[in-house]
C-alpha cells in the first residue's frame, strides 16, 4: 500500500499549482478510502487542509483554503487531486496525502492520527 504525492514546486503568489496523491496496493473506492492532504510548514504542526470522502460525496475544506482549493478524485486512476489557486506565500508548506479506510463522510475533516497511510511529501513554496 503506497501514495506517492507529486506535482509541487516554486510558484508565485497568486498563482496556481495542482497536487496529485496517487495510490497503489488497493483501491481507493472499492477498498473504501477517504483520502485527505496535510500540509507542514517550517517550525510549525502538520495541519489538515481538504479531505474527500470514499464515495466523493462529502469534501472538507480548512478555513484558510475555503474558496481557493478544490479536492477531487479519479477513480479509474487510483488519484486524488488538491487543485490550489490564488496561492499565497502563506501556503508555503511541504504536502501530504494521507488515506483513511472507512470513511464516507469527510465533513469534518480528520487529524494526523485518523490517517492510516501516508505518502512521502511533496515541497509547495509560493513566492511574493
Known amino acids: 500500500v503506497q501514495l506517492q504525492a507529486s506535482g509541487g514546486g516554486l510558484v508565485q503568489a497568486g498563482g496556481s499549482l495542482t497536487l496529485s496523491c496517487a495510490a497503489s496496493g488497493f483501491k481507493l473506492d472499492l477498498d473504501y478510502y477517504a483520502v485527505g492532504w496535510f500540509r507542514q510548514a517550517l517550525g510549525k504542526e502538520r495541519e489538515g487542509v481538504s479531505f474527500?470522502?470514499?464515495?466523493?460525496?462529502?469534501?472538507y475544506f480548512a478555513d484558510s483554503v475555503k474558496g481557493r482549493f478544490t479536492i477531487s478524485r479519479d477513480n479509474a486512476k487510483n488519484t486524488v487531486y488538491l487543485q490550489m489557486s490564488s496561492l499565497k506565500p502563506e501556503d508555503t508548506a511541504v504536502y501530504y496525502c494521507a488515506a483513511r479506510r472507512g470513511s464516507d463522510y469527510a465533513g469534518l475533516g480528520f487529524g494526523v492520527y485518523d490517517m492510516g497511510y501516508w505518502g512521502k511529501g511533496t515541497q509547495v513554496t509560493v513566492s511574493s
Open positions: 474527500i470522502s470514499a464515495s466523493g460525496g462529502s469534501t
